[in-house]
């Protein structure tokens, strides 16, 4: 059994970007929310949210120099 | 006549059950907020669109697959049947507050949720949210259960997707920007050839735009709740808050700053975001639409920044450029989030005429077609202008000359630039006479003296392009019975571009014996 065999995650790689990176996003998106309601405000949360965007923005970046 | 309606009563069916299901997914909040005096309502709510959904895709389900007509009255209707049977959360648990539920602890109610006992406040903010307007019958949104909060919230967010996938995918035709403006050589004509996987690829780039949208606001300062719901309704320019001040309440910089990309991304076409995220970034200057959302929202801002601060009530260059940017920008986009108010600075109905009427005018122009965003739409206008100085220079030519309209890249024949001109020449007339009308409608139901004409026209304006920003005349008190009617049809008619109501109205109107 792969990851991809799990319920919620089938669902996104079959119904989602078809691009790995942006299906990882739509599947990591809510889990970091859900990390921010429970952790607060904080060092690690922060960072974590920076590195969601900078991971959006990167990649979005990278497919533009690679077309 | 009975295929028609068999048509539109299995595809209604759906968008009743859809409606349901979205009200059953909401049972969530109450859950993890401890509102369980909010379920018993909340469930009826759902059940009941449920019900009569499932009836009529039962009953019609073997119907005709629907064409372009169909498709035009089931969106007015659609829409108009989602902000009926909408309103029944916030009018149930107005109720239910009010009465009290058995074996419940239930809180006290307030005078703003009061409000929703009455069924026409009830649906205005359901129309209000469903159509991504924005103008509310609340006097203080902070006092709400969280319940109520988020589906006023999960109301817009909703009703921006519906909006793209019906300019996108269901009404695209000439004129309308999202057929023709995809046409040219380098692009596919709508994001993908089928409706279901260009709803799919709109869904997966909303969702993902929220995420990212959640967090930057997040990040900006705002609490999560707030940021959530914010991210929401600013990506889907529907400019409902959380707050009593709408984004005034936090009066922040950072805050203020940070959303405004939220809402230029609500208002560029979703078409272009997917050839953006594909990496195809050159449509960020090579699409006449992207383009313009840029330069007329920084010439837009420059202009309104220019009145605030050299003849306005701004005493810094600073100031005037904080909330001339951010006001301009949520007025073109559509969005309706509000900082100029009395509680930090001075209100938008405080400012001088001529800076209200420069933000009518962003309201009334809007942004890109296939976006959230409403007013005439940035396509039409250019489309107008280019028209218009075509067929003035017309004059200069010989008879025998064969002249090409080109716009966004395309070269339209004679034919083809008269159809496109005619569309838009018609939704923008049609614009401004509602508008018109709208606004003696309201000046002859308001007390006299209390509002000025700018005041008014800037009302309607808001309504009709679903903006939502405020001169202060919208509110459960305020506004009149007859002009809360009045703005329901402005509400609607704006968010489906006029030409499907007015389509549906002709059809029940003709077909039901009651003109010939």
């Known amino acids: 059994m792969t990851p991809r065999d799990l319920p919620v995650v089938s669902v996104v790689f079959d119904a989602g970007a078809d691009d790995r990176v942006f299906d990882s996003l739509l599947l990591v998106g809510p889990l970091i929310i859900a990390l921010i309601v429970a952790l607060g405000r904080s060092l690690v949360t922060e960072v974590v949210a920076i590195a969601y965007i900078a991971m959006f923005v990167g990649y979005t970046l990278y497919q533009w120099v690679r077309t | 006549m009975n295929g028609t309606v068999a048509t539109v009563g299995r595809d209604l069916g759906r968008i009743l059950e859809a409606l349901g299901g979205l009200m059953l997914i909401s049972l969530v909040v109450p859950i993890v907020w401890g509102e369980y005096f ?76 009061a409000a929703f006992t009455d069924p026409l406040n009830a649906v205005f903010e359901s129309m209000s949210g469903f159509t991504g307007t924005g103008l509310t019958m609340t006097d203080n949104e902070e006092v709400l259960p969280r319940t109520l909060q988020w589906w006023r919230t999960f109301t817009e967010w909703v009703g921006g997707v519906g909006v793209i996938v019906l300019t996108t995918a269901i009404l695209s035709r000439p004129g309308s920007g999202s057929l023709t403006l995809y046409e040219s050589e380098a ?20 969702i993902l735009f929220t995420f990212i949208s959640i967090l930057i606001l997040w990040l900006a300062g705002m609490p999560i709740w707030g940021a959530i ?26 805050i203020d700053f940070a959303l405004v990309p939220v809402m230029l991304l609500g208002s560029i076409a979703f078409p272009v975001h997917y050839l953006i995220l594909q990496g195809d970034l050159r449509n960020l200057y090579a699409d006449l639409q992207t383009r313009w959302v840029f330069g007329y929202m920084g010439i837009g801002s420059a202009l309104l920044w220019a009145f605030l601060y050299l003849a306005g009530p701004y005493e810094t260059p600073f100031a005037a450029l904080r909330y001339g940017l951010f006001q301009f920008v949520s007025a073109a986009t559509c969005t309706g989030f509000q ?39 940035l396509i039409r206008g250019l489309t107008l202008v280019k028209g218009i100085r075509h067929q003035i220079a017309d004059v200069f030519y010989p ?33 401004i006479t509602f508008l018109v009308v709208g606004t003696f409608l309201l000046l002859l139901t308001l007390p006299s003296g209390e509002y000025s004409v700018a005041n008014v026209l800037f009302e309607v304006a808001s309504a009709q392009g679903n903006v939502g920003l405020s001169a202060g005349i919208t ?13 329901l049809f402005h509400m609607w008619i704006g968010r489906l571009e006029i030409i499907p109501v007015l389509v549906m109205l002709r059809t029940v109107f003709k077909r039901g014996g009651l003109y010939r």
């Open chain 2, 399 to 431: 008879e025998s000359a064969v002249r090409r309209l080109e716009i966004n890249g395309r070269r339209l024949n004679e034919e083809e630039a008269s159809r496109e001109f005619m569309e838009a020449a018609i939704i923008v007339v049609l614009w």
């Open chain 2, 339 to 377: 900082t100029a108010v009395d509680a930090t600075n001075v209100a938008l109905g405080g400012w001088p005429s001529y800076a209200q009427l420069t933000v009518a005018f962003a309201m009334f122009v809007g942004g890109a077609a296939g976006s959230t965003a409403g007013g005439i739409k």
């Open chain 2, 475 to 487: 509110g459960p008190d305020s506004l009149p019975t007859l002009g809360k009617i009045a703005f």
């Open chain 2, 229 to 254: 719901n914010h991210a929401m309704t600013g990506l889907a320019t529907g400019g409902f808050s959380i707050t009593d001040n709408s984004i005034a309440t936090y009066d922040s910089v950072a």
């Open chain 2, 187 to 206: 692009r596919s004509e709508k994001i993908h050839p089928s409706i279901v996987s260009t709803v799919r690829t709109i869904w997966w780039i909303f």
């Open chain 2, 38 to 113: 909010l379920l018993p309502a909340l469930l009826v709510s759902a059940l009941v669109p449920l019900a009569i959904g499932r009836l009529l895709y039962r009953r019609f389900k073997d119907a005709e697959a629907p064409g372009r007509f169909h498709g035009m009255i089931v969106a007015a209707l659609g829409w108009f049947s989602v902000g009926v049977f909408g309103s029944l959360p916030f009018l149930l648990i107005a109720w239910s507050v009010q009465l009290g539920v058995p074996g419940v602890a239930t809180p006290a109610g307030t005078a703003t949720l």
